[in-house]
């Protein structure tokens, strides 16, 4: 067997040039310099799988984990509780293998798995068809606007800068290029001003865009001004909205929300540094054929028993190709399986306990950081985040890290502070009395 040689120069330079570079270097240009390695990679002499086990788990120890720590950061990835049954259920072969269910008669147990997320997120939601979930939160975003620019035929989205930063660069991304016209909104006070964006909405109007709660974890307080200026002009309303607050919340469907998009981490998903995570998306009877990705149906076979079957299938993947408004043609299904798995578990009234400890908690911590001399940044109903401004936020979540907590999502004066059902009153007092030492 011939040893492996590296392509030579020749070949590189002729790669290098077909892609308009000057140099290798370039390749890695988005990366920030002091995140470069700038050396030859030193992995040491190989281990047996004793010793590496060892080592792996020595660095492993140095995070600091959310099951060691308390963590009050948010801004939309949450350390909400995942019960053990969700990791049973998705450690089985026949789920953490499966891949496409496109062959139903060997499928009906991830085809029926997806279908009861599709279900339940309806619910959830109050609206009339979800499909079988997106890649994450922005992503869902993403293709809720496509979707309204092709339904409308209009290429303008107007969306309120209130909204998570991350799904508004994932929207600038898929619009690129594509003729689309983004107009961002300015957030007053820590909604989005209502008055700018009901002047925006006009013919050309394919959509209006607002996440309920926001990125702040606050309640926009004119959504229903907001829906009847857009549906006066037939565009679309796309709402954002955190699957848990729902416990509690009004669904987008009673807002007259036509998408109703997410990231549903929350339900059953841990944190995994950043994903995979689930986007979902579900949208009124009006746009079904319209709906991105997968669709899982109910119906009889042959003997008239119950049966599942990917449904409405001539889309991207299919027969559409060249008419196509998205490129999604797979689905989180683990992660959706962990949100049915989820949503079963902790029943209606789990999750309405679950977001009402969560706002209750959120409630104590305000009067708690209040009382200690820290105000809140805006004034606005919350859910479970909220702002709270200080001088220096970068350094007061140092001095939270060293006694052991993870502080809040640093904002340009003030910190983002998320308070789900696994926090507690004591942590809460510890943290507001760490802040108030390190700060006072």
């Known amino acids: 067997m011939m040893a492996y040689t590296p392509n030579p120069p020749r070949v590189v330079q002729e790669m290098l040039e077909a892609m308009g570079l000057g140099d290798i270097d370039q390749l890695f240009i988005d990366i920030p310099g002091e995140l470069q390695l ?4 030193d992995l040491g002499e190989s281990l047996s799988e004793l010793e590496l086990r060892k080592k792996m788990s020595e660095l492993a120890g140095r995070n600091m984990t959310t099951g060691e720590y308390p963590c009050f950061l948010g801004a939309g990835a949450y350390d909400h509780y995942v019960p053990a049954v969700v990791e049973h259920v998705l450690s089985r072969s026949e789920f953490v293998t499966a891949y496409t269910p496109y062959q139903a008669e060997l499928s009906q147990g991830v085809l029926q798995s997806i279908f009861e997320y599709q279900s339940m997120i309806c619910t959830l939601t109050g609206m009339d068809v979800c499909n079988a979930s997106m890649f994450d939160g922005g992503s869902s975003v993403a293709e809720a606007c496509s979707l309204a620019v092709d339904a409308t035929r209009r290429k303008k989205v107007v969306i309120a800068s209130t909204i998570n930063p991350r799904y508004l660069e994932v929207l600038h991304t898929y619009t690129h290029g594509k003729g689309i016209d983004v107009v961002v909104i300015p957030g007053c006070d820590g909604a989005v001003d209502a008055d700018e964006m009901v002047k925006q909405i006009d013919k050309d109007t394919a959509a209006v865009v607002i996440q309920y709660p926001n990125f702040y974890g606050l309640l926009e307080p004119e959504i229903e001004r907001i829906e009847t200026a857009v549906h006066g ?8 909205v955190d699957p848990i ?15 109703a998009v997410g990231e549903g981490q929350a339900l059953g998903n841990p944190l995994s540094f950043g994903g995979p995570y689930l986007g979902f998306f579900a949208v009124n009877k009006k746009l079904m054929r319209r709906v991105p990705g997968r669709l899982v149906g109910q119906t009889k076979d042959l003997e008239g028993k119950r049966a599942f079957v990917l449904t409405l299938q001539a889309r991207e993947q299919h027969i559409r190709r060249e008419k196509a408004s998205s490129n999604i043609c797979s689905n989180e299904a683990l992660c959706a399986l962990a949100a049915a798995v989820y949503l079963s578990i902790v029943g209606p009234g789990g999750l309405r306990a679950i977001a009402t400890r969560c706002h209750e908690l959120a409630c104590y911590a305000r009067d708690r950081l209040q009382e200690a001399g820290f105000p809140l940044k805006y004034q606005l109903p919350f859910f479970k985040e909220f702002p709270v401004q200080l001088a220096d936020p970068a350094a007061a979540n140092r001095a939270l890290l060293k006694q052991g907590i993870i502080g809040g999502y640093e904002l340009d004066d003030a910190l983002l502070f998320a308070f789900t059902e ?11 009395d760490l802040l108030k030492g390190v700060l006072a």
């Open 38 to 41: 700038d050396r030859e990679l």
């Open 233 to 240: 002009v037939k565009g679309l309303l796309i709402m954002a």
């Open 245 to 259: 607050s729902l416990g509690i919340l009004k669904p987008p469907a009673d807002w007259g929300a036509d998408i």
């Open 422 to 432: 696994k926090r507690t009153k004591k942590e809460i007092d510890k943290m507001v």
